[in-house]
């Protein structure tokens, strides 16, 4: 939690939380004491109690008598101890029947999380659950646009049998985004090892459809979830079109179906949908058009990021917005998907599968790698995404560097959801302030001109 991680970084008493600046609560406190001593002066006056008159005259007759150090020192404590008696009973009377840092959780991301910028993430799988693990904490306004094409496991078998939308990739998207974390993960990722028609499926799979089949569609059953479960943000799906991927292969092969894509094992040459013109979620396209950044990535280049821009009022709306575009690349290479690709292939295969290339202004690539890299990468035809800068420069696209991956005393390469998040805030901090300098010398050469 934002208020959890606040007190590890500073050591600060659980009642001094609500001094914390940006809550908005200290100045109806005061207000509320000013109308109190108003309220009570008025009424001493209306009974011509004089309270004025006479709290002046033993003022004065104190002062005459007492030494002025002393009177000080006396008010001043006086009006401490009744100043921090009220603060206690305040709090105590806010927080009975209720848990303190839920009330602080939900101050501080109503007044501070509220105001950061409207991100749209684009893509699925892992990778995105991932990154939005990172994005909840600096801002509420977050659009999870997920793809649907999903064919495998649980989601599959659901798509088959119950003919609803693949639930698996909206499922992570939704306990990454919860509030409490840990617990929804552990619910919504938990898979039956045993029953008759239950094994292999995941709890948040059959909560969803379960919910779809109540509520009349996966949009509607998303938001109620989402309600329930009071996630950052809202999940939506690309399209609700029954999409399937298909992957034309280099060697002329016709490869149907996600999760066959993969175990190909060949080069692919396009990638399209069945049916071919699937209609954008309505949601989708007005979240993009208001977005203030929009994130491609991570995640697999073929299932997971390219089949949203495959949707082309998706990939069209990208292009046309004024939001600040970056991709987050992956770092290693996916066998059967991306084999020896570079950064610059990776950025071309989505430039040409949107058939535009203002989708992307930046790429946020990883620049450090564990010196004892773990085997099983290279076992599995698995390598570090290569940093070409000269064919990136070729495409107008720019580099943006920073450490990505989680320490690893095994050599294990995986994205940490914080570093990402703190590197895409602090590249969208600075492109923003970059554009307020560029934007201040054009106004001083048009006021010279």
Same mark, same amino acid.
């Given at each position: 939690? &934002?208020?959890?991680?606040?007190?590890?970084?500073?050591?600060?008493?659980?009642?001094?939380?609500?001094?914390?600046?940006?809550?908005?609560?200290?100045?109806?406190?005061?207000?509320?004491?000013?109308?109190?001593?108003?309220? !009570?002066?008025?009424?001493?006056?209306?009974?011509?109690?004089?309270?004025?008159?006479?709290?002046?005259?033993?003022?004065?007759?104190?002062?005459?008598?007492?030494? !002025?150090?002393?009177?000080?020192?006396?008010?001043?404590?006086?009006?401490?101890?009744?100043?921090?008696?009220?603060?206690?009973?305040?709090?105590?009377?806010?927080?009975?029947?209720?848990? /303190?840092?839920?009330?602080?959780?939900?101050?501080?991301?109503?007044?501070?999380?509220?105001?950061?910028?409207?991100?749209?993430?684009?893509?699925?799988?892992?990778?995105?659950?991932?990154?939005?693990?990172? +994005?909840?904490?600096?801002?509420?306004?977050?659009?999870?646009?997920?793809? %649907?094409?999903?064919?495998?496991? $649980?989601?599959?078998?659901?798509?088959?049998?119950?003919? %609803?939308?693949?639930?698996?990739? @909206?499922?992570?998207? @939704?306990?990454?985004?919860?509030?409490? =974390?840990?617990?929804?993960?552990?619910?919504?990722?938990?898979?039956?090892?045993?029953?008759?028609?239950? =094994?292999?499926?995941?709890?948040?799979?059959?909560?969803?459809?379960?919910?779809?089949?109540?509520?009349?569609?996966?949009?509607? #059953?998303?938001?109620?979830?989402?309600?329930?479960?009071?996630?950052?943000?809202? &999940?939506?799906?690309?399209?609700?079109?029954?999409?399937?991927?298909? #992957?034309?292969?280099?060697?002329?092969?016709?490869?149907?179906?996600?999760?066959? +894509?993969?175990?190909?094992?060949?080069?692919?040459?396009?990638?399209?949908?069945?049916?071919?013109?699937?209609?954008?979620?309505?949601?989708? +396209?007005?979240?993009?058009?208001?977005?203030?950044?929009?994130?491609?990535?991570?995640?697999?280049?073929?299932?997971?990021?390219?089949? /949203?821009?495959?949707?082309?009022?998706? *990939?069209?709306? @990208?292009?046309?917005? /004024?939001?600040?575009?970056?991709?987050?690349?992956?770092?290693?290479?996916?066998?059967?998907?991306?084999?020896?690709?570079?950064?610059?292939?990776?950025?071309?295969?989505? +430039?040409?599968?949107?058939?535009?290339?203002?989708?992307?202004?930046?790429?946020?690539?990883?620049?450090?790698?564990?010196?004892?890299?773990?085997?099983?990468?290279?076992? *599995?035809?698995?390598?570090? %995404?290569?940093?070409?800068? =000269? /064919?990136?420069?070729?495409?107008? &696209?720019?580099?943006?560097?920073?450490?990505?991956?989680?320490?690893?005393?095994?050599?294990?390469?995986?994205? $940490?959801?914080?570093? &990402?998040?703190?590197?895409?805030?602090?590249?969208?901090?600075?492109?923003?302030?970059?554009?307020?300098?560029?934007?201040?010398?054009?106004?001083?050469?048009?006021?010279?001109?």
């Amino acid at each position: 939690m &934002v208020i959890k991680n606040i007190r590890k970084n500073v050591k600060m008493p659980e009642d001094m939380m609500w001094l914390m600046p940006g809550l908005q609560v200290k100045r109806w406190f005061a207000l509320i004491f000013f109308g109190a001593v108003l309220i !009570t002066l008025g009424i001493l006056i209306l009974f011509d109690i004089k309270p004025i008159f006479y709290t002046m005259e033993f003022i004065r007759k104190i002062a005459m008598n007492i030494s !002025t150090e002393w009177l000080a020192f006396a008010i001043v404590m006086f009006g401490a101890g009744i100043f921090f008696k009220g603060w206690q009973k305040t709090n105590l009377s806010m927080l009975e029947g209720s848990d /303190n840092h839920s009330i602080l959780e939900n101050l501080y991301r109503r007044r501070k999380l509220n105001r950061g910028p409207k991100i749209v993430a684009v893509g699925g799988g892992t990778g995105l659950s991932m990154l939005l693990r990172g +994005i909840k904490h600096i801002t509420n306004n977050i659009t999870a646009v997920v793809t %649907v094409g999903d064919d495998g496991g $649980s989601s599959g078998r659901l798509r088959e049998e119950m003919g %609803v939308l693949p639930p698996g990739d @909206i499922r992570n998207c @939704i306990a990454a985004l919860a509030d409490d =974390e840990d617990l929804i993960t552990k619910l919504f990722q938990y898979r039956f090892k045993s029953g008759e028609g239950l =094994e292999g499926h995941s709890f948040g799979n059959l909560f969803l459809t379960a919910l779809c089949a109540i509520t009349g569609d996966l949009v509607r #059953a998303v938001k109620e979830s989402s309600n329930v479960l009071s996630i950052r943000g809202r &999940v939506l799906p690309s399209t609700l079109d029954d999409m399937k991927l298909v #992957a034309e292969m280099e060697d002329g092969r016709i490869i149907h179906g996600e999760s066959n +894509i993969p175990e190909a094992h060949g080069k692919i040459k396009r990638l399209y949908t069945d049916p071919q013109n699937c209609k954008a979620l309505d949601d989708v +396209i007005s979240a993009i058009k208001d977005a203030d950044l929009i994130i491609l990535g991570p995640g697999s280049l073929y299932t997971s990021v390219i089949p /949203n821009l495959l949707i082309e009022e998706i *990939s069209k709306t @990208i292009a046309q917005s /004024n939001a600040k575009k970056l991709y987050v690349c992956n770092i290693m290479t996916q066998p059967g998907e991306s084999d020896n690709y570079s950064v610059s292939d990776h950025v071309n295969a989505l +430039i040409k599968h949107a058939q535009n290339k203002n989708i992307i202004d930046t790429v946020l690539v990883n620049d450090f790698l564990p010196s004892n890299l773990a085997q099983k990468y290279q076992l *599995s035809g698995s390598y570090p %995404v290569k940093l070409d800068n =000269e /064919n990136l420069k070729k495409l107008g &696209v720019k580099v943006f560097s920073k450490k990505l991956i989680e320490d690893s005393k095994e050599g294990l390469v995986r994205h $940490s959801s914080n570093r &990402v998040a703190r590197a895409i805030y602090y590249w969208y901090r600075k492109e923003l302030k970059s554009e307020k300098i560029l934007f201040k010398k054009d106004k001083e050469i048009c006021l010279k001109k």
